[in-house]
C-alpha cells in the first residue's frame, strides 16, 4: 500500500461521459486498488451553472452510482459529497486571502467567457458569477483540505490542478509548512477523449456518450460518430478516427493492432469499424451497468454510503482546518 493520497471530483451537471471515465476515473479507480483514495462529486462547483436542486441531486445520485459501479475499491477509497463536509466552506475562505485575483484572470474557462462575450460584443463579465470566477480557489480547497498527492484528471483540468499547487506554496511560504504539493496526474492517451463530432467530448457541446445509456442508446451514439467520406477499400488514419481513439481504450494490444491494420490497409469501412467498437464498449460495461441500475433504483444505499464517506472525510479534513488556523489565526 502507497502512502500516496489520490483524489478526484466531478460536477454533478449531467450522466458521466466515456470522457469522464477514460480522463480521471479509470485510473482512480485501478489506483484505489494499491492507495488511500478520495474520490467525491462536486456538487458546489456545479452551483454556478445549474440552478435547480433537483436536477443536482439527480446527478449526484448518477455519479455515485457510477463510480461505485465502476468498481472503486471502497476498503481503501471514500466517497461522498462535496457539500457535506463543513470544512470546505472553512478552507475556501481561508485560501481566498492568499490568491491573487491575477491567478483568477488568468484561468481557462473564465478567459473562454471573456472570449466569447468579445465575440459577441456583450460586456466582457457577462454570465460570470463569482463562483465561476473563484472556481480554482474552491477546487484547490478541495484538493488540500484531504492532503492529496496525486489528481487524475483529462487535459481540461490541468490548469487548476497546478493553481491548487500554486497556492498551497503561496500559503507555505506565508505561514510555514502546512500543505502537500499535489500534482495533476492526466491518462496517456485519455488527456482529451474526443466526442462524437470529434471535438472534446464534453457536456456543453453535446456530443457525449453516456457511460450507462440504455444498450440501444449506446448503439445509436456509436454509430452517429462524424467520419471524413473515405470508402471501406480506401487507407484511413486510425490516429484521426474518433472511432480508433476511443476502441483503444477498451480493447487489449492484438485487438488494437488488428483494428489498426484494417484501417491503415482500407479491409474496413466506418460503418463496420463502429459496431466493432460498439460491441466492445458494451460488452465492457455490460456488468457494471447492472451494478448502475441497481444502484439507482437504491437510492437509500447510496445515501448511507455517502453519509459514511462525508463522516470520514469531515475527520481528515477537521484536522486540515486545524493546522490552517492555527497558522493564520494563532
Ligand atoms: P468535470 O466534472 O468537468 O469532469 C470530471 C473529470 O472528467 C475529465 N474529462 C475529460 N477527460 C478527458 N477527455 C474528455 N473529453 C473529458 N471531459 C471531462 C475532467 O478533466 C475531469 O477530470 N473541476 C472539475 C471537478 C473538480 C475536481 C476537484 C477535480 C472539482 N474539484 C478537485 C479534481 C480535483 C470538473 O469540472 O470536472
Known amino acids: 500500500m502507497s502512502d500516496k493520497v489520490i483524489l478526484t471530483g466531478i460536477k454533478p451537471t449531467g450522466m458521466p461521459h466515456i470522457g469522464n471515465y477514460l480522463g480521471a476515473y479509470k485510473s482512480l479507480i485501478e489506483m484505489s ?95 460570470v458569477n463569482m463562483g465561476l470566477y473563484t472556481y480554482p480557489i474552491l477546487m484547490s480547497a478541495d484538493i488540500l483540505l484531504y492532503n492529496a498527492d496525486i489528481v487524475p484528471v483529462g487535459a481540461d483540468q490541468k490548469q487548476h490542478v497546478e493553481f491548487a499547487r500554486d497556492i498551497a506554496e503561496y500559503f507555505n511560504r506565508m505561514y510555514g509548512n502546512v500543505f502537500r504539493l499535489p500534482e495533476p496526474q492526466i491518462g496517456v492517451d485519455a488527456g482529451l477523449i474526443p466526442g462524437l463530432d470529434g471535438r472534446k467530448m464534453s457536456k456543453s457541446y453535446d456530443n457525449t456518450i453516456p457511460v450507462f445509456a440504455p444498450e440501444s442508446e449506446l448503439r445509436k451514439k456509436i454509430m452517429r460518430i462524424v467520419t471524413d467520406s473515405k470508402l471501406p477499400d480506401e487507407p484511413k488514419n486510425p490516429d484521426e478516427s474518433t472511432i480508433y481513439l476511443l476502441y483503444k481504450h477498451f480493447a487489449n494490444a492484438a485487438e488494437i493492432k488488428n483494428l489498426r491494420e484494417l484501417f491503415e490497409n482500407g479491409k474496413i469501412g466506418y460503418g463496420d469499424a463502429k459496431k466493432i467498437l460498439f460491441e466492445k464498449i458494451n460488452s465492457y460495461l455490460d456488468a457494471p451497468r447492472k451494478r448502475y441500475e441497481y444502484l439507482m433504483s437504491h437510492t437509500d444505499e447510496l445515501d448511507k454510503i455517502l453519509a459514511d464517506g462525508a463522516a470520514r472525510a469531515t475527520a481528515i479534513a477537521n484536522k486540515t482546518i486545524e493546522r490552517v488556523r492555527r497558522a493564520m489565526l494563532g
Do not use: C, W
Request: proline residues 2%; aromatic residues 8%.
Open 33 to 127: 486498488n494499491s492507495h488511500k483514495t478520495v474520490a467525491f462529486i462536486a456538487d458546489l462547483h456545479a452551483l454556478n451553472s445549474v440552478h435547480d436542486a433537483k436536477t443536482v441531486k439527480q446527478h449526484t445520485y448518477e455519479i455515485a452510482a457510477f463510480i461505485l459501479a465502476m468498481g472503486l475499491n471502497m476498503d481503501n477509497a471514500i466517497l461522498f459529497r462535496q457539500s457535506d463536509v463543513d470544512a470546505i466552506y472553512k478552507l475556501n475562505t481561508f485560501l481566498m486571502n492568499v490568491t491573487p485575483k491575477g491567478l483568477m484572470n488568468r484561468a481557462h474557462s473564465y478567459k473562454a467567457m471573456l472570449e466569447k462575450n468579445a465575440a459577441s460584443g456583450d460586456d466582457p463579465d457577462n454570465g
